[in-house]
């Protein structure tokens, strides 16, 4: 699963590992949606839109779970890039499917040291985004539990009850 910037992490993992794919990617709008013709190349795609300009309308967690429900997942392994709100909503759909050290998610975050000191990039369990990942699994990491700004302050719940624009800064 990619969204948005973080279908161009996918591809470069897809066209790195060997094995089939499948690929369900979403962005806001059509002009977002990068490289399909690349990864369309290298397996079946499914594509969704916020607007509806290409594919499916809607989130794409939404179009993921109808592409698992459907299709024969067995033995799958997952990987997702993009905005931490659309990973969460795939890491929700994909452990219906897949134990969690079978679902990995590229993670993002900030950092300044990049060297394992300041910890400014580090995750729920400890590990630091510089030296540990920036992989991780969903049995290390549940996309958007909590992140962090560009200072490594602590935002917890990003996209929680409260909806967008609801953040606890620890
Ligand atoms: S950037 Fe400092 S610990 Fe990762």
Known sequence: MGAGCGIAPVMHAAEHHPGPK????????EDELTYIERLRALGPLDVSTDDGSAGYQGY???????VLE?????????FNCGPEVAMAAADRVERRFAPAGDIYHLVERVTSCAIGICGKCSIPNGKRLCIDGPVFTAA?????EYTRDKTGRKII???GS???GCKTVV
Do not use: K, M, S
């Open 162 to 164: 409260g909806g967008p």
């Open 60 to 66: 794409v967690g939404d179009l993921l779970e109808e």
């Open 70 to 78: 459907r299709e024969d997942v067995e033995g799958a392994l997952y």
């Open 140 to 144: 290390e990491f549940t996309p958007d």
């Open 157 to 159: 719940d990003p996209h």
């Open 22 to 29: 499948r690929f369900v990617l979403g962005a806001v709008t």
